[in-house]
T-cell receptor
Framework: GENVEQHPSTLSVQEGDSAVIKCTYS??????FPWYKQELGKRPQLIID?????GEKKDQRIAVTLNKTAKHFSLHITETQPEDSAVYFC???????????FGTGTRLQVTL | DTEVTQTPKHLVMGMTNKKSLKCEQH?????MYWYKQKAKKPPELMFVYSYEKLSINESVPSRFSPECPNSSLLNLHLHALQPEDSALYLC????????????FGPGTRLLVL
């Protein structure tokens, strides 16, 4: 089955700096890669996603890049703000099983 | 309505109790999911329903019994749970398909004593 690795597990940045979180996946048939933000005690919320027919997608301060050859994708947050502090999960949708597999999560802390 | 709702928000049960978790969505989604999330871990898929039929069971113990009475509702029946089953149980829904976004409910925080 699909295996998703995510790094780093924790990330601390100063307000205004950029944050980058990286994920790799194992199933070359995977074709959908969402990113979820989960604040403490809250539900995972989709912040951005990318499908296998594009290499990059941007939404305001958030961007995601996908390299299908290398089987990795990354989340980029620019001009970080304290409200960006949360746990971020990458995920990959297996092409064969229609099953979403999550990475282990990155705890992002944005300090003033 | 763009939300998935879950009840109850919190549940405490003994190992001999029977309880049910409920999930509802009115987004017209025909795929619904149950996930289990332990503290500081990612959500782990338990069950998938597609067009009200069980399509994926991730080898979940039989003390967890899912039910999809109609396209808007999803239940998870609990019986004879163990303390290690204490977790946040998340429901999600999506359109059917391999590239469809899953929307999560707020979860039920379950404590088994």
């Amino acid at each position: 089955g699909e295996n998703v690795e995510q790094h780093p597990s924790t990330l601390s940045v100063q307000e205004g700096d950029s944050a980058v979180i990286k994920c790799t996946y194992s199933d070359s048939a995977s074709n959908y890669f969402p990113w979820y933000k989960q604040e403490l005690g809250k539900r995972p919320q989709l912040i951005i996603d990318i499908r296998s027919n594009v290499g990059e997608k941007k939404d305001q301060r958030i961007a995601v890049t996908l390299n299908k050859t290398a089987k990795h994708f990354s989340l980029h947050i620019t001009e970080t703000q304290p409200e960006d502090s949360a746990v971020y999960f990458c995920a990959a949708m297996s092409g064969t099983a229609s099953k979403l597999t999550f990475g282990t999560g990155t705890r992002l802390q944005v300090t003033l | 309505d763009t939300e998935v709702t879950q009840t109850p928000k919190h549940l405490v049960m003994g190992m001999t109790n029977k309880k049910s978790l409920k999930c509802e969505q009115h987004m017209g989604h025909r795929a619904m999911y149950w996930y289990k999330q332990k503290a500081k871990k990612p959500p782990e898929l338990m069950f998938v329903y597609s067009y009200e039929k069980l399509s994926i069971n991730e080898s979940v113990p039989s003390r967890f019994s899912p039910e999809c009475p109609n396209s808007s509702l999803l239940n998870l029946h609990l019986h004879a749970l163990q303390p290690e089953d204490s977790a946040l149980y998340l429901c999600a829904s999506s359109q059917v398909g391999r590239e469809e976004t899953q929307y999560f409910g707020p979860g039920t925080r379950l404590l088994v004593l």
